[in-house]
């Protein structure tokens, strides 16, 4: 079932602390989780410190960090609905004709809640949001993945 409001509305507070810090979240997916790094291949085996800085890696964040901020800006409104499946059935084919797995993808998610955690405000209604909405956008990731 799609997020309430109050859900929406604390997704969409919480993400609005951290959504202009994407270089740093994508560094800390890439920290994390050296195998989703090894995934792209102009940073695969490459130093995290040596990277994290350059254009490259600041356009990479800027699209999946931005795609989030998508996903958010369009959550809690049941007439988004379309809008948010067509997003998310792009998001699955790209990922899954790069051979992206589930598992890749949860490892994602933990980092990402685990960024948001410590550096967005926080509390146990918040946490909750993010899980009901995640469940949902994975749901239909991993449907088409
Ligand atoms: C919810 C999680 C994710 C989001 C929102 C996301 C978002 C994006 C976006 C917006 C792009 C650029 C457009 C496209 O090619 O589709 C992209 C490209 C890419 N993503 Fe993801 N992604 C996610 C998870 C992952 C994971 C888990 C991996 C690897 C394990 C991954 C690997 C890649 C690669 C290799 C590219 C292509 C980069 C290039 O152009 O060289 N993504 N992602």
Same mark, same amino acid.
């Given at each position: ?7 929406? %509305? ?7 602390? $951290?959504?202009? %810090?994407? $270089? ?5 997916? =890439?920290?994390?989780?050296?195998? #989703? ?5 102009? =940073?695969?085996?490459?130093?995290? !410190?040596?990277?994290?800085?350059? @254009? !490259? ?14 996903? $958010?800006?369009?959550?809690? %409104? ?10 998310? %059935? ?9 051979? #992206? ?11 990402? $809640? ?10 146990? !209604?918040?946490?909750? !949001? ?6 949902? #956008?994975? @749901? ?6």
């Amino acid at each position: 079932d799609p997020v309430s409001s109050d859900q929406a %509305n604390a997704i969409r507070a919480s993400w609005a602390g $951290v959504k202009h %810090n994407e $270089v740093d979240i994508l560094a800390a997916v =890439f920290s994390d989780h050296p195998d #989703i790094q090894a995934r792209f291949p102009q =940073f695969a085996g490459k130093d995290l !410190a040596s990277i994290k800085d350059t @254009g !490259a890696f600041a356009t990479h964040a800027g699209r999946i960090v931005g795609f989030i901020s998508e996903i $958010v800006a369009l959550v809690g %409104n049941e007439s988004n609905a379309p809008a948010m499946a067509t997003l998310i %059935n792009e998001l699955s084919t790209s990922h899954h004709n790069r051979g #992206i797995t589930k598992g890749q993808f949860n490892e994602f998610r933990s980092s990402l $809640v685990s960024y948001l955690s410590s550096h967005a405000s926080w509390n146990d !209604a918040t946490a909750d !949001a993010w899980t009901h909405g995640l469940d949902n #956008i994975f @749901g239909m990731i991993f449907a088409h993945l």
